[in-house]
């Protein structure tokens, strides 16, 4: 039995020590996030022939009930994506006549996952990383519901996996589990998995023509129809499809962004949640093109044997594109930062930049959450010996790359003075990853954003787990168990007790509070006032919450 198949399992017995969320109070059940309240012997898992079913337009769908909360998992919400479907528009599912067994994640989309477990030891104790089954049938979306076929309308959160747009799945780590957040807060969670990589951002539009004209954008065309699949069946799964929140992480942070200016998806969600990756630009349709080019020479093919690329197995196909695009960036001393497999601005499907030089018109009535972690990439977690570097080995680490930048150069000295001056009870290494941190591109979309009506809502997570002697720092995706209400889940991330529980609760309630209102306050954080750029108002996120005004303001300058 493969790895993450044990972790589903343990992850249900470890539920169902975490229950009892929907009779009481949210302030109340967050006290406890996932801990038990309930009879040790009470039944906890409920499934049969007759337990969980509800209807799709393509046919019955059976979960089971965990805990008082509905799953289903890897309802099809696209057909498969092989074969004359690569590199196409996604397709209906093939309707189904028989009840669908919705009781397993659905594939992860094609990605290079080896060695992910027995390559990272490090990685894979402090993420635990779910993959399974890898296949172009991916095209799959989970629902986690308090009850079904009851006519009541909850808020809708659709949670976009992060992962880059080349990797990741829907319950990659266990704090993308919807069940507390859906119980706690009587609300529907969806989570999608959805093509990536050579296979979802190949650009084959200036080789091929017309018929191939929307293989750069397909992975985020995927994610159109999973919220058109919401819109036209969560009702029957508890949910409104009037009240959808889009939301995501890192790579998924990029894709809510994406999304935003995609006139496709207009009017099939109604607020955003950015995490750690924000995106205000889009690839370049010249340079995406040029990758397409690359890839049919390096096939040895014309424009008029490109179908053949649909023949090929997937990991051929990766090889072959990977190849290509390496030698691409060889001959035209692209740098690596410079793009790859990623959605691109083509003029129809993204007509234009997200959020550059402006904000697009097509979320212009989008209230947006957008949240960093403090310390996000460099703490020396595994590298214990670099919390006592000196500072003056911090610019050589800044010259060529910084987290999230291209490097800085000739800068590098005066941007490490700079945070030293604002920061001067930070360690150089928290330096170097205050640098890396993805504040900078935070407040450009903010800023953008906020010339809109809607309001924008900005925070900054800086809570500090104590593991690992302390290094971790408020990493490159920590933040995401505390808003879903899986801190004890994800008890890696956070050591698990009170603290990270009691500061959950009141960011789930916020998160809460914005699916249903599109205002996050009044869930249990301090008065969280609306981003200006004039201001920079924040909600810190630690033990103690409270409101600041843009504290880094002064070291991002000399970021330029």
């Known amino acids: ?40 012997d009470e039944q906890n898992l409920f499934i049969g022939e007759e337990i969980a079913i509800t209807n799709t337009e393509y046919g019955k769908v059976r979960g089971y009930i965990l805990n008082k909360v509905y799953h289903f998992l890897g309802i099809p919400y696209g057909a498969p994506t092989s074969g004359t479907n690569r590199f196409m528009p996604p397709q209906k599912p093939k309707p189904w006549d028989n ?53 009541t309308k909850r808020p809708v959160l659709v949670w976009m996996h992060g992962g880059g747009y080349t990797a990741g799945n829907g319950i990659e780590h266990d704090g993308y589990n919807g069940e507390n957040l859906a119980r706690s807060g009587d609300v529907v969670f969806c989570s ?11 650009n084959f539009a200036g080789v091929a ?90 096939a040895g093919l014309n424009a008029s044997q490109i179908d053949k690329l649909q023949e090929l197995p997937w990991k051929e196909y990766y090889a072959l594109a990977n190849r290509a695009i390496t030698k691409l960036k060889a001959e035209t001393g692209a740098s690596g930062v410079t793009g790859g ?67 800085f150069g000739d800068k590098s000295e005066s941007v490490v003075e700079a945070y030293a001056k604002v920061f001067p009870d930070k360690s150089p290494i928290e330096i170097y990853s205050l640098i890396s941190s993805n504040r900078k591109n935070t407040v450009l979309v903010a800023n953008a954003k906020s010339k809109q009506a809607p309001p924008v809502y900005v925070a900054w997570f800086g809570w500090q787990p104590p593991l690992f002697n302390n290094l971790m720092g408020a990493f490159h995706c920590l933040d995401i168990c505390f808003w879903f209400l899986n801190t004890e889940r994800m008890i890696t991330h956070t050591g698990g007790g009170s603290k990270p529980r009691t500061l959950s609760s009141k960011m789930a309630g916020a998160l809460l509070q914005f699916m249903k209102k599109g205002d996050p306050n009044g869930g249990g954080l301090p008065q969280w006032d609306v981003y200006t750029p004039e201001k920079g108002e924040l909600m810190y996120l ?14 991002r300058k000399s970021l330029g």
């Not at 999608?192 to 190949?202: D, M």
């Not at 990029?254 to 969600?269: D, E, H, N, Q, Y």
């Not at 630690?542 to 070291?555: F, H, I, K, T």
Request: net charge negative.
């Open 99 to 151: 009840t669908f067994p919705a009781l397993y994640w659905g594939n992860s989309a094609p990605q290079i996952i080896d060695g992910k477990y027995s390559n990272n030891a490090f990685g894979a104790f402090r993420d635990h990383w779910n993959y399974d089954d890898v296949s172009e049938d991916c095209l799959r979306i989970n629902v986690f519901t308090p009850e079904i076929n009851d006519n």
């Open 1 to 40: 039995m493969k790895a993450s198949r044990r972790n589903f399992f343990q992850t249900m017995g470890a539920g169902a020590l975490g229950v009892g969320f929907s009779t009481i109070p949210l302030t109340a059940a967050c006290n406890s996030n996932n801990q038990s309240s309930t009879e040790e």
């Open 542 to 555: 630690d033990n103690v919450c409270e409101l600041q005004n843009d504290p880094d303001r002064e070291a």
């Open 341 to 407: 497999f990623s959605p691109v601005m083509d003029g129809e499907i993204i007509p234009q930049h997200p959020y550059y030089p402006e904000a697009n018109p097509y979320a212009a009535d989008i209230p947006m959450m957008i949240c960093s972690t403090v310390n996000e990439l460099g703490m020396p977690w595994t590298n214990p010996e670099l919390s006592n570097i000196s500072i003056d080995k911090i610019p050589n680490m800044i010259r060529n790359r910084a987290g999230f930048s291209a490097g």
């Open 209 to 298: 023509g017309e018929k191939y004209k929307a293989s750069g954008n397909v992975g985020m065309l995927d994610l159109v129809a999973a919220l058109e699949w919401v819109n036209k069946n969560i009702e029957n799964f508890g949910g409104d499809p009037g009240n959808v929140t889009i939301m995501g992480q890192s790579g998924g942070g990029a894709k809510v962004c994406t999304i935003s200016a995609m006139p496709a998806a207009k009017g099939l969600f109604h607020k955003a949640v950015v995490l750690s990756g924000t995106a205000s630009k889009s690839g370049d349709k010249d340079y995406s093109e040029k990758i397409g080019a690359y890839i049919l020479k390096e």
């Open 192 to 202: 999608v998995n959805h093509r990536l990589g050579p296979l979802g951002f190949s």
